[in-house]
């Protein structure tokens, strides 16, 4: 069934708790995507800076560099997928998103979970020394030697400090992920003009609390950003095809269902 590895279910419109974004504030959307994002960020900002400086030794480098390519492709996979299910939970708690049609929903998350992933890895990545929490400490590029795809880490690393340049709060992050998620320009849509109208309130939303910090200039860049998150999602499925050719047992067999469901 699709949509299944999500748990999502079809809209009802019989149920009572489902109220429209329409006819809640703005401060209530706002402050609503505010808490789906922080009960669903998987790491909370405390957390993070506690294990800041916990980098991968020398040794544990050298394991992850000798590790075959399916291997390490699996362990990424994995690590990826929970991730993502963690977008699945915050895309849920988004106001109006469980109202969409199941296909929509689906759609969205197929084209914009990677994308929030790529978001939400900012928040840990220190720009210090360019290393991202991976697998249980502070991770460099060469530790993905293995992948093969050292365009594809570049360009993700390059995405994270550009992003940490920003020196966006947790709030920003949260509704900057929303508006990524509820994009109406997204392909196999089936009611556009719902996904429009949930998404006229995100943005509403976005520029509420950009104009209460006094940092309205940073709307401009957050839809620049968009458009890296594009070309660097188009990257990883190009890579995910040459992967599958190469391995297509691995794939099949080792990857988890939800990573298969929403990239394969
Ligand atoms: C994103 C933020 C999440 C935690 C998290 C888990 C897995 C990380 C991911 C973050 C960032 C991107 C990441 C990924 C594992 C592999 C992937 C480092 C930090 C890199 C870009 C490799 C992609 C390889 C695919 C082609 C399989 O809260």
Redesign the pocket.
């Known amino acids: 069934m699709p949509g299944g590895e999500m748990g999502l279910r079809p809209y009802d419109p019989e149920d009572p708790f489902c109220s429209y974004p329409t006819s809640l504030h703005i401060e209530e959307l706002c402050a609503s995507i505010v808490r789906s994002h922080r009960e669903t960020?998987?790491?909370r900002p405390e957390e993070l800076q506690a294990l800041k400086w916990k980098v991968f030794t020398r040794e544990e480098v050298h394991a992850y560099q000798s590790k075959t390519v399916d291997e390490m492709?699996q362990l990424?996979?994995v690590?990826?997928t929970?991730?993502v299910q963690?977008v699945v939970e915050f895309a849920k708690r988004i106001p109006g998103f469980r109202q969409l049609c199941q296909n929509d929903q689906i759609a969205l998350l197929k084209s914009g979970s990677m994308e929030v992933?790529?978001v939400?890895?900012s928040?840990?990545f220190n720009t210090e020394n360019s290393t991202?929490?991976?697998d249980g400490k502070f991770?460099g590029t060469e530790v993905?030697k293995s992948?093969i795809?050292a365009d594809?880490?570049a360009a993700?690393f390059d995405f994270a400090h550009s992003m940490c340049a920003l020196r966006l709060s947790e709030q920003q992050v949260a509704l900057f992920s929303a508006l990524v998620l509820i994009n109406a320009d997204r392909p196999c849509l089936e009611e556009r003009g719902r996904v429009q109208r949930v998404r006229k309130d995100v943005e509403l939303a976005l520029s509420h609390i950009l104009h209460r910090d006094n940092q309205q200039s940073l709307q401009s860049k957050l839809y620049e950003k968009m458009a890296d998150l594009r070309s660097l999602c188009a990257l990883?499925m190009e890579?995910?095809r040459w992967?599958r050719q190469l391995y297509p047992l691995t794939m099949h067999s080792l990857f988890p269902p939800l990573y298969k469901e929403l990239f394969g």
């Open positions: 960020c998987q790491f492709w990424c996979a690590r990826l929970d991730a963690y992933v790529l939400r890895m928040r840990i991202v929490f991976f991770a993905f992948l795809c594809l880490i993700v990883h890579k995910l992967f």
